[in-house]
């Protein structure tokens, strides 16, 4: 039987969440890794110090372990809010170049960091618990690099409660007025979709396979 997942408060601003270590044989002993950056407000400041987490992170996942790195901001349960994300090879030098480019990318993010006017923390959650989800890893860890202090935009509503989003829930668009709509940036792929849609809510229709889009997953 999995043992329920733990929280612990590793540092002012900062919570390590571990995931569930169940006693099943044969459980993958790889990890997986989730940052979140606060880049709200003043706290955009503090992104340099995230950098230096993000550095000794790498320098101890080992081959076969997940990394992502995201911001958040005012709707932070986007791909879009993924800095930088690897499943570091076998290969111990295929592996440093990905850390190496992994580490470019997050360094080009906080030299070019922007504080956001708001903090969307679950949403963060949720994109994190997506990405863990996906790479299925023995160990799953969630830092935040944050005050914890959630920050909605006003008339921001999410109507899914944490506990019961789940893989393969239908969800139905809430596309916003006419008047409030921009389809700059939007191609046939998604892009920046809430320029045009207010939210997403259940629609009450039964849970889609896995199966059934698992080759649309990337």
Known sequence: MSRPTRYRS???????????????????????????????????RQVTKAEQIILVALSRLQPSDSFAVARID????TEKNIIAKAT??????TANQQKRAFASRVEKFIDESAPAPYTDITGGLLQAIEFLKEKNPGRKEILIFSDMKE????????????????VGMRLGAQWKKPKD???AGLDNRGGAWEQVIDRWVPTGE?????????EHTW
Not at 88 to 93: E, G, K, L, T, V
Request: charged share 20%; net charge negative.
């Open 151 to 166: 920050d909605l935009a006003k008339g921001y509503v999410r109507d899914i409660p944490l506990d019961d989003f789940r």
């Open 10 to 44: 590793v540092a002012a601003g900062l919570v390590l969440l571990l995931g569930a270590c169940g006693g099943q044989v044969h459980m993958p002993r790889n990890t997986g890794l989730y940052l979140l950056i606060d880049t709200s407000g003043t706290y955009n």
């Open 74 to 77: 005012t709707a932070s349960f």
């Open 206 to 214: 039964p849970d889609l396979s896995f199966e059934a889009f698992k």
């Open 181 to 183: 709509r921009s389809v």
């Open 88 to 93: 570091f090879d076998d290969r111990p030098s």
